[in-house]
């Protein structure tokens, strides 16, 4: 016989019951308007795995009095869609709504988005998707003008405590696990519900008796929530540089841990600080290039683990050091100027002059038609640049 999962047994059937996301369930709030009136809109869903999207899905088309219809984009392809498709007619003929949420959504490729695309805009269907992803890049234009997208955010602690005492109530296991285990469970859930409940089941399973140790033992390690390839790889690198620009060390060392135990690659972090020594330290630590330069050489050389260590070195540097951006604005307006100017003829005296006719067109000479003699440390009274160009400093 199946064991029905408690995470399956525990989910709510009403909005009411929904633990989190207070800023969309709620007295006027979004979804349990949506819900009052009645009236279908398509939904994308954007948040953290283990936060309630499915169930809130599920709820809403429940609401609606909708055929509920549930698919993976992870398992499922364009012959599937096309098989909801069919389905939804039928019930189109039987005055049903047809709800289609797509698990994932983000994994389905612009093709696939493209074959329900023309369902959603009839009414046919109306979707509701999920993803773990940015929206903005994974779903396509015209579904995503076509959808409410919602920010479901990762539960607070107490939240997930919330969780876990309904599930302890639920399996009678009140007398078998202490209130420090069960902070515990939460602490290392990182606000996904569905971790929780893994772990509190499993935990539950191994003894008769739960304690911190038992959880250690049936969650073994906390496997933080970054994808390489995914908002939270951006995110992280983001809140690192944007540490070591505001000079908190602490902060700095906090999120090069985070990436470096998410399996990220030194390099691309040295990388980021070899640019970082340049873009906001420049000229008010000339000497930060070639150290985050030579971070990144070591890290060739070195590997991990021990790589980590020069990492934690340069990055309390690079925050200590003292910033200036002058060199990187000066070269964004260099670009600017010569976006907007790019075919100003270069001033004769800037010319070489190799040939007896380009000395005779004043090639390297002043305006007076004298010959500008260029030696080390020369430094003419008038500008380089071609005449014609705004007065504007480049270099401020």
Known sequence: ???????????????????????????????????????????????????????????????????????????????????????????????????????????????????????????????????????????????????????????????????????????????????????????????????????LELSLSLSEKVTVETVKTAAQKIVPGYDKKGDMHYDVISAFIKSMRGSDIDAALYYLARMIQAGEDPKFIARRMVIFASEDIGLAGNHALTLALSAFQSIERVGMPEGGIILSHVTVALCKSPKSRQTYDAWHRALDLANKSPNHPVPLVLRNAPTKLMKDLNYGKTKSGESQKWTAGHHADASYLPDDLPPDPIFQ
């Not at 612009?110 to 940015?134: C, M, R, W, Y």
């Open 1 to 199: 016989m199946n064991r029905i999962p408690l995470a399956e047994k525990l989910r709510p059937e009403k909005l009411s019951d929904v633990i989190g996301q207070s800023h969309l369930i709620g007295p006027d709030k979004i979804l349990n308007k949506i819900v009052e009136k009645n009236e279908p809109v398509n939904l994308i869903f954007w948040g953290p795995p283990g936060i309630g999207k499915t169930t809130l899905a599920r709820i809403i088309a429940t609401g609606w009095k909708s055929d509920f219809i549930e698919i993976s984009a992870v398992t499922s392809g364009k012959k599937d869609v096309e098989k909801v498709v069919e389905h939804a007619r039928l019930n189109w003929n039987l005055q049903i709504r047809t709800v289609l949420f797509v698990d994932e959504i983000h994994r389905f490729n612009k093709a696939q988005q493209d074959a329900f695309l023309p369902h959603v805009e009839s009414g046919l269907i109306t979707l509701i998707g999920a993803t773990t992803e940015n929206p903005s890049f994974e779903i396509i234009t015209p579904l995503l003008s076509r959808s409410r997208v919602l920010v479901l955010n990762p539960l607070a602690k107490t939240e997930i405590l919330q969780v876990l005492r309904r599930a302890v109530k639920l399996e009678n296991a009140t007398k078998k696990i202490d209130k420090k285990s069960l902070d515990y469970i939460a602490e290392l859930s990182g606000g996904d519900a569905r971790t929780a409940l893994g772990n």
